[in-house]
């Protein structure tokens, strides 16, 4: 049998790798840095003690058993696609397709050790967890959150955790009767941060902002972050005793030690059907690839799952000489459950359409089982069901 090499344990590369294992048809190796899959969607909990760290963890044997495909755990250090090879940390793996999902890197702005982040490594939200928790404890203080562009990729901007943490610390303090005793603050460097989830989810956003009495501070860039706080390009600072940041992303820096093709942000350049520019044997899916299809197009979990599963089915048709080839374009677009932790509201946003419904209370629970239903259908215990 043909082998396929995955690279990368999160949503996208899990996909494909269950995908391809359920095909028959390859030998499928998933490499992965850590031993579980980090559900990100549902990690917002954490701070606010509403979800264990260990329960936004799935480990990636659970998925091999029920689908399995061999598991190496370990670190990729360079891509040669020349020479049909992967170089790890601890060993050199060969392939006769590979698929490359092993995430991005993060824009790294001047002062950014000052802030925590809970879209990075997942011991970041703990350390969060952790001094927000200690500020809790003192009584009072102001809390900063924000998130960042890439100005050479727009998708890369991922800001739908920030509005959920700021709203989630909201409805906490408010719960521990303390949210007098804080000021809470979002930043961001666009006019509209939000802009590409459409206008009624826009104009929901901005309402709740002012009903929650939580000040924006909208359309400055950062010039730098400092102990106490963030600092824009009009020399004023926002005062924080404790700021949460999300980076954009920007390509790994594995690839600048491969062959790859790349965009202008260092992300894989890739065609419609997720095959690598130039290849005839790599495709590239999730974080790690440069998307291109809408003006709205956006790196998030339920497009890293898509296009993990088409890059599966094109390496099929591929290899049996099939040309049903599936195009991801046709798929893209922005869905979330944004949780303010008395509630959510699902938002949705196609070329043809945009809505979004407000889902007082149900919404929370809504998010809380989709936490389950990827680990039930990732472990076989229930078949995913059709969309989802």
């Given at each position: 049998m043909?082998?396929?090499?995955?690279?990368?344990?999160?949503?996208?590369g899990?996909?494909?790798?269950?995908?391809?294992q359920?095909?028959?048809?390859?030998?499928?190796t998933?490499?992965?840095?850590?031993?579980?899959?980090?559900?990100?969607?549902?990690?917002?909990?954490?701070?606010?003690?509403?979800?264990?760290f260990?329960?936004?963890?799935?480990?990636?044997q659970?998925?091999?058993?029920?689908f399995?495909f061999?598991?190496?755990?370990?670190?990729?250090?360079?891509?040669?696609?020349a020479e049909?090879k992967?170089?790890?940390?601890?060993?050199?793996?060969?392939?006769?397709?590979?698929?490359?999902?092993i995430?991005?890197?993060?824009?790294?702005?001047?002062?950014?050790?000052?802030?925590?982040?809970?879209?990075?490594?997942?011991?970041?939200?703990?350390a969060?967890?952790?001094?927000?928790?200690?500020?809790?404890?003192?009584?009072?203080?102001?809390?900063a959150?924000?998130?960042g562009?890439?100005?050479?990729?727009?998708?890369?901007?991922?800001?739908?955790?920030?509005?959920e943490?700021?709203?989630?610390?909201?409805?906490y303090l408010?719960?521990?009767?303390?949210?007098?005793?804080f000021e809470?603050?979002f930043?961001?460097?666009?006019?509209?941060?939000?802009?590409?989830?459409?206008?009624?989810?826009?104009?929901?956003?901005?309402?709740?902002?002012?009903?929650?009495?939580?000040?924006?501070?909208?359309?400055?860039k950062i010039?730098?972050f400092?102990?106490?706080?963030v600092?824009?390009e009009?020399?004023?600072?926002?005062?924080?005793?404790?700021?949460?940041?999300?980076?954009?992303?920007t390509?790994?820096?594995v690839?600048?030690?491969?062959?790859?093709?790349?965009?202008?942000?260092?992300?894989?350049?890739?065609?419609?059907?997720c095959k690598?520019i130039?290849?005839?044997?790599?495709?590239a899916?999730g974080?790690?690839?440069?998307?291109?299809?809408?003006?709205?197009?956006?790196k998030?979990?339920?497009?890293a799952?898509?296009?993990g599963?088409?890059a599966?089915?094109?390496?099929?048709?591929?290899?049996?000489?099939?040309?049903?080839?599936q195009?991801?374009?046709?798929?893209?677009?922005?869905?979330?459950v944004?949780?303010?932790?008395d509630?959510?509201?699902?938002?949705?946003?196609?070329i043809?359409?945009?809505?979004?419904?407000p889902?007082?209370v149900?919404?929370?629970w809504?998010?809380?089982?989709?936490?389950?239903?990827?680990?039930?259908?990732?472990?076989g215990k229930?078949?995913?069901?059709?969309?989802l």
């Open positions: 043909k082998k396929v090499l995955v690279l990368g344990g999160g949503f996208a899990v996909e494909a790798a269950i995908a391809l359920k095909s028959k048809s390859f030998e499928v998933l490499v992965s840095n850590r031993d579980y899959l980090y559900l990100y969607p549902i990690s917002i909990w954490i701070p606010t003690d509403g979800i264990q260990k329960n936004v963890k799935l480990p990636l659970k998925i091999q058993k029920a399995p061999r598991l190496v755990i370990d670190k990729v250090v360079s891509i040669r696609t049909n992967v170089e790890l940390q601890h060993q050199v793996l060969d392939y006769d397709y590979l698929v490359v999902a995430g991005a890197d993060k824009l790294q702005p001047k002062g950014v050790d000052h802030t925590f982040t809970i879209c990075g490594a997942p011991e970041g939200n703990l969060f967890r952790d001094a927000f928790q200690a500020l809790v404890k003192k009584g009072e203080g102001k809390i959150i924000g998130f562009g890439n100005p050479k990729d727009k998708s890369a901007v991922r800001g739908g955790p920030g509005f943490l700021i709203f989630n610390i909201d409805h408010r719960k521990k009767g303390l949210r007098d005793k809470l603050n930043f961001a460097p666009m006019e509209q941060p939000g802009a590409r989830m459409g206008k009624g989810a826009l104009k929901m956003m901005g309402k709740l902002f002012a009903k929650r009495n939580l000040h924006q501070h909208l359309g400055k010039v730098q400092e102990a106490d706080g600092v824009f009009d020399n004023s600072k926002l005062t924080s005793d404790l700021t949460m940041f999300i980076s954009a992303g390509g790994s820096s690839f600048k030690q491969s062959d790859l093709p790349l965009t202008e942000a260092g992300f894989i350049h890739i065609d419609k059907y690598v130039g290849s005839d044997n790599v495709w899916v974080d790690s690839a440069g998307l291109e299809g809408t003006d709205f197009v956006a998030q979990g339920h497009l799952e898509i296009m599963r088409f599966a089915h094109n390496i099929l048709q591929t290899e049996t000489g099939g040309s049903d080839f195009n991801y374009h046709e798929h893209i677009s922005i869905l979330c944004m949780d303010t932790g509630g959510a509201a699902y938002v949705y946003r196609d043809h359409k945009e809505y979004i419904i889902m007082p149900v919404g929370h809504m998010k809380k089982g989709w936490g389950w239903y990827q680990k039930w259908t990732k472990t229930i078949p995913r069901l059709p969309g």
